[in-house]
């Protein structure tokens, strides 16, 4: 099992940038492929950002490609979500989501893939 803790959010004009990070507990973290998910109020949880648990598989939303980044450091049990020319519709509290896996190149984007969730951090982005 592994617990998540998200941090990073705040309050940015549109056009900054934010990095959020996920801190996970457990000591199997490298085997875990982590994803990242917003939701904003009266909308479904939607997926952002997801990393294999190699850190050599990404995948993005086509919202998000080309302004996000997302990365793990697996020696410090985090997975990072780096956020560059937000716009205001990116507005979202974002969660951090776990799965474990023994597969390092799937690629994970829906939300009942994933087994475990940290309790998300408000990204709010002014126009």
């Known amino acids: 099992q592994v617990q998540l803790v998200e941090s990073g959010g705040g309050l940015v004009q549109a056009g900054g940038s934010l990095r959020l990070s996920c801190a996970a507990s457990?000591?199997?973290?490298?085997?875990?492929?982590m994803g990242w998910f917003r939701q904003a109020p009266g909308k479904e949880r939607e997926f952002v950002a997801g990393?294999?648990?190699?850190?050599?598989?990404?995948n993005y939303a086509d919202s998000v490609t080309g302004r996000f980044t997302i990365s793990r450091d697996n020696a410090k049990n985090t997975v990072y979500l780096q956020m560059n020319s937000l716009k205001p519709e990116d507005t979202a509290t974002y969660y951090c989501?776990?799965?474990?896996?023994?597969?390092?190149?799937?690629?994970?984007?829906?939300?009942?893939?994933?087994?475990?969730w940290g309790q998300g951090t408000q990204v709010t982005v002014s126009s």
């Open positions: 989501a776990a799965k474990p896996t023994d597969v390092d190149y799937v690629r994970f984007r829906e939300t009942f893939e994933y087994d475990y």
């Open positions: 457990g000591r199997t973290f490298s085997r875990y492929a």
């Open positions: 990393i294999s648990w190699s850190g050599y598989v990404s």
